[in-house]
């Protein structure tokens, strides 16, 4: 075969994948169905030109078509690590840990399932063995869900649902390699019955060892690209071998899944590439793995699908019937998963509320494609195994795939829209009405100042005006005879669009590089969180998202606990200089949203839309403001710092398109305008570097304001806040507990702090204690504690706190001061009189 007819063949491959995409939304058909229809053409075309007497004119290049070296090795090593880890670079980790219950569901449980039906029903239809059937049903399990992904998102479909589907997608196909590499093994070995939980019990090592491998080699390929600041190819270069090297040493040196290890190395550099990579060299990366990507998905459906003829070679009527035992089998699994387990995490609130038309449509998107015909050609190749097992399972494999691309995929649509899923409701159809009503009415005014600005002529001014002024009154006819839109819904819509202009602010914030790619997407998270509560929920489900985004996660909670138990201060440190420049932007960004809800809100919705919006905003800026607040009186002087930087980071960006625009000019030449380009990135190089925060200075400076630990100094100072334990509370959250306990004492560091007593209630801010009368009186607690705002604790166990007692007199009068203020009077023997 001639170096020639192979460079012409893999030519006229990528002729087609650039063809295909256009012709599949010409025909409205998924883009997979159409490379599986080129692919089966080429190998059935192939295969009949070298059979035919008629010409030998094209059998140098169906020879050439024909001895492409496709092995089941070529898609598992070669592109299925490129799809995968693609993938997992585009999910939002943040958004898809709010949905692991039915991701797991659908990527591992459904496989299971649908392994274990296909397995049983063909061991009962035919004479194989039960470890030969439940290796076909493992085959057959995993699911390619781009089609429905791509529709779902054509139909404005909910973006949790678009994500859980992407989600399945990361882990089906490691559960389905997981439990081919079993029963393959059982079947080579010639167990005929082996056991299901056993196999099953092999899963977690396969995953944990895979994840261990990826989450590794991830840093390691971190850890290179960093110094390469300013040579984006190289760290792409360095991203391209990752995959690979994780898929390599997992499944040839560890024997653990090599899906796995790509799904995890994928996500590590998803989670810490874009705060240690510059945000060009990330978006270069991001950029260049979407095209590996797309390459990659198109040869690996074309190159399988000119298998099909060969795969389906002796193919009988008996097949066609075992091959509609699969198809009943399969969808019968898809269906118990999706009908049954499903709408229970939705009942024990792991999941959302999925619609039948949805779920209906998830079922009949199930598509298989490459990754399926990929292990059928691993069987087939394999010469262990028995042939009549690697030819059934050849054709009912490929039989299978063909019937979701053709019949499931080329009807997709057609379902979709007997749903009624590809139509807008009657408040969406009603709001649009009105939308394209007040934009067209914009538009006449600015098109006027237009006509009068260019002094054009009045005949053809008059006459343009007319058509347009017909269709302005055609919508706003379209609008008045429409649906009533009630305020309720009224307030739904524009939190939704008040939310998205938040998420654009952010984005464009991002794109003038005045905020970090990290802290970006940690935000566009949070935005991407009020848009799915607010169209759940309407207001209430806003205000809960935006309590959400102040709260603090359990990663902050660990490095609270890391420091307060093993004394490490490096990770809290950074994760409050993330919540303090977070909660900056935040500020920022609520601060813009007026001009919007003048501009737009009020215009579409009306003056008490507006008015209800923009209290909403208000009460979110005062809440970002208290949280930010209580930062400041811990670290006073590092939200200046943050501050600074921020206007520092938005001034270079200003002035370098200032440049581009003197260079664009042509007032400063190319050199020029490079030199200076240089010179604004050197400074911004040293911006990046955030200001460092030292926790425990900044916790012995504030010790320091407490008056009653005016009089320590030095090592005593020192071991009080080695002593003292931080604690960060969410607002409502309740701190002492009436008749438990005294065990500790609690001093506000910052925040407020409502104290019930006895029907009483007592509000307590910085710098007050509260907790030490139970304790001097050797009782139970007779109050309760809740925190009212976002407030920082320290915290001193009993026996610490007497021992300050007897050593600090200040101390003394302190405690004995807080008693007098709510109205008791104390004696230090641990007695306590009503005054």
């Known amino acids: 075969m001639l170096i020639v007819h192979v460079t012409a063949v893999l030519a006229a491959l990528f002729l087609l994948i650039g063809l295909a995409e256009p012709l599949a939304e010409r025909l409205r058909l998924p883009y997979t169905v159409i490379l599986a229809l080129f692919g089966s053409a080429i190998g059935a075309g192939a295969a009949w030109f070298l059979a035919t007497p008629l010409t030998d004119a094209l059998n140098p290049v169906a020879e050439a078509i024909l001895g492409l070296p496709i092995r089941s090795n070529v898609f598992l090593y070669l592109f299925l690590p490129t799809l995968i880890f693609q993938v997992t670079l585009g999910v ?4 898809m840990l709010d949905d692991w219950a039915p991701i797991m569901l659908l990527a591992v449980v459904a496989v299971v399932v649908a392994t274990v039906f296909v397995g049983y029903a063909l061991s009962w239809a035919t004479a194989l063995p039960l470890a030969a059937c439940l290796l076909i049903g493992a085959i057959v399990s995993t699911t390619d869900p781009s089609a429905v992904v791509g529709i779902f998102r054509s139909i404005a479909a909910p973006r949790r649902l678009s994500r859980i589907i992407e989600g399945e997608s990361l882990l089906n196909d490691a559960a389905a390699i997981a439990l081919f590499g079993l029963f393959i093994s059982f079947v080579i070995a010639g167990l005929p019955d082996p056991s299901l939980l056993s196999a099953l019990g ?8 895979g994840a261990a491998i990826g989450w590794a080699l991830a840093l390691a390929a971190l850890w290179l690209m960093r110094p390469m600041a300013g040579r984006p190819l190289a760290q792409v270069s360095i991203s391209v071998a990752l995959p690979y090297l994780s898929y390599l040493a997992a499944e040839q040196v560890a024997g653990a899944s090599g899906v796995i290890a790509v799904v995890a190395a994928g996500l590590t550099l998803n989670l810490l590439g874009p705060g240690r990579l510059p945000p060009a060299a990330w978006t270069m990366l991001r950029e260049t793995w979407d095209l590996l990507a797309h390459w990659a998905g198109a040869l690996i459906f074309l190159l399988a699908a000119i298998l099909i003829p060969r795969l389906l070679g002796g193919l009988t009527w008996a097949d066609v019937g075992l091959t509609f035992v699969v198809v009943i089998a399969a969808v019968a699994a898809r269906a118990a998963v999706l009908f049954g387990l499903l709408p229970l995490l939705t009942v024990a609130r792991l999941s959302p509320p999925v619609s039948l038309p949805y779920r209906s449509a998830i079922l009949w998107g199930g598509l298989r494609g490459a990754v399926t015909l990929a292990l059928a050609l691993a069987v087939t190749e394999n010469l262990a195994a028995p042939p009549e097992v690697r030819r059934l399972t050849g054709v009912l494999a490929t039989g299978f795939t063909l019937f979701t691309l053709i019949v499931q995929g080329g009807s997709l649509r057609w379902v979709i829209a007997r749903l009624g899923l590809d139509r807008l409701s009657p408040l969406d159809t009603a709001l649009a009405n009105q939308v394209v009503a007040v934009a067209l009415q914009e538009v006449r005014e600015d098109m006027a100042k237009t006509t009068e600005e260019y002094g054009l002529s009045r005949e053809i001014v008059r006459s343009e005006a007319k058509a347009f002024g017909e269709r302005l009154e055609e919508s706003v006819r379209a609008a008045e005879d429409g649906a009533e839109i009630l305020d309720r819904d009224r307030v739904t ?6 939310a998205g202009a938040e998420r654009e602010l952010i984005l464009e914030r991002f794109r003038e590089r005045a ?22 929920a309407g207001r209430f489900g806003y205000r809960r998202a935006a309590r959400r985004s102040l709260e603090y996660g359990p990663i902050f909670r660990l490095t609270v606990f890391l420091r307060n138990r093993l004394r490490l201060s490096y990770p809290i440190a950074i994760a409050l200089a993330d919540r303090f420049e977070t909660l900056l932007i935040q500020r920022l960004i609520l601060r813009d949203l007026d001009r919007f809800i003048d501009q737009r809100i009020r215009r579409i919705h009306g003056r008490r839309v507006a008015d209800i919006l923009r209290e909403l905003a208000e009460s979110r800026t005062e809440e970002v403001e208290r949280a930010l607040d209580g930062l400041r009186l811990q670290f006073p002087g590092y939200a200046e710092e943050l501050e600074r930087r921020f206007i520092r980071r938005t001034a270079l960006r200003l002035e370098e398109r200032e440049y581009e625009a003197l260079r664009e000019d042509g007032l400063i030449g190319a050199e020029l305008h490079g030199s200076l380009v240089r010179e604004v990135e050197s400074v911004r190089a040293r911006l990046d570097a955030r200001p460092p925060l030292d926790v425990a200075i900044r916790q012995e400076a504030l010790l320091r304001q407490f008056p009653f630990f005016s009089e320590l100094e030095g090592d005593a100072l020192r071991n009080l806040n080695r002593a003292l334990k931080t604690r960060f509370v969410q607002p409502g959250e309740i701190l002492m507990r009436r008749d438990s306990p005294a065990r500790s004492v609690f001093f506000i560091a910052s925040g407020a702090v409502e104290i019930e007593t006895a029907g009483q209630v007592h509000r307590l801010g910085r710098g007050e ?32 706190f007497r021992r300050l007692l007897r050593r600090s007199a200040a101390f003394r009068e302190a405690v004995e001061a807080a008693a007098a203020k709510r109205g008791m009077k104390l004696d230090l023997s641990g007695e306590e009189t009503a005054p």
């Open 769 to 800: 204690m509260f907790g030490q009368i139970a304790i001097l009186s050797r009782r139970a607690r007779r109050s309760e504690a809740r925190a009212i705002t976002h407030t920082t604790l320290r915290v001193l166990d009993e026996a610490r």
């Open 202 to 209: 092999r899963l977690p090592a396969l995953f944990l060892g």
């Open 493 to 498: 819509l524009g939190l939704i669009a008040m």
């Open 92 to 95: 939002n980790l943040r958004r």
């Open 515 to 536: 905020i970090s790619s990290r802290l970006a997407d940690r935000i566009l998270t949070d935005a991407d969180r009020l848009i799915e509560q607010a169209r759940a």
